[in-house]
């Protein structure tokens, strides 16, 4: 706010927190099939190891192509940037939850969705939240290659700055977005710790 950043960093979070909430909709669930089933895990690791060693520059041109400029393909690129440590880190939390506990379960009797959301989500959760976390961040990162597509945000301060050579304004801007950076890492952070 005192250095004129506060409708950019507003622009800027709907960018990462509806990118991420997306990523967080559709990787969650991804992961749970991923732990629950061995196939489905050999087909999606692949993709996941595609999505996030793809140069994050590609992700754009279909973007753009489908979508046109704007905030929309920024979202769209930030999805599938930010997405697999959700996925991923969903898929081994589960996939760690003591052999033992998932025996007892069966034996009381328990369904698979019974077990699901009062055992192994519970159980995970720390390790879900490590996933959000990163997929925050990963969307956060997203923010100035996206601004050369029309997305709004501190990233735009960063691009204009680097297109004028004023390293005074850019160096401003990017101190904002650690600023943002740091204080979702720290919201996710003791969201985990909350509820030890």
């Known amino acids: 706010w005192n ?4 409708r950019d960093m507003t622009q800027t979070l709907t960018l990462v927190l509806s990118s991420s ?57 930030s999805v599938i940037f930010a ?8 898929n081994l939390g589960i996939r760690q939850v003591p052999e033992d506990l998932i025996e007892a379960a069966d034996s009381f009797g328990s369904t698979s969705w019974q077990k699901l959301i009062g055992l192994q989500l519970p159980m995970a959760k720390n ?7 990163q ?22 301060q960063v691009y204009f700055a680097v297109g ?5 304004a850019g160096f401003a ?8 950076a740091i204080i979702l890492d ?3 952070q003791s969201f985990n710790q909350s509820s030890r």
């Open 3 to 6: 250095l004129g950043f506060w």
């Open 21 to 77: 909430l997306i990523a967080i909709v559709i990787g969650v669930p991804l992961g749970i099939w991923m732990a629950k089933s061995s196939k489905a895990e050999v087909v999606i690791k692949p993709i996941l190891d595609f999505m996030q060693t793809l140069p994050a520059f590609v992700y754009l041109i279909p973007a753009v192509a489908f979508f046109g400029i704007g905030m929309v393909p920024g979202v769209l690129a």
């Open 83 to 90: 997405m697999p440590p959700t996925v991923r880190m969903t």
């Open 127 to 133: 390790t879900i939240m490590s996933g959000v976390n």
């Open 135 to 156: 997929t925050m961040m990963l969307g956060l990162s997203m923010v100035v290659i996206a601004s050369m597509i029309g997305a709004l945000g501190l990233g735009t």
């Open 164 to 168: 004028r050579n004023d390293a005074g």
């Open 173 to 180: 801007a990017g101190i904002a977005v650690v600023i943002v």
């Open 186 to 188: 720290r919201i996710t």
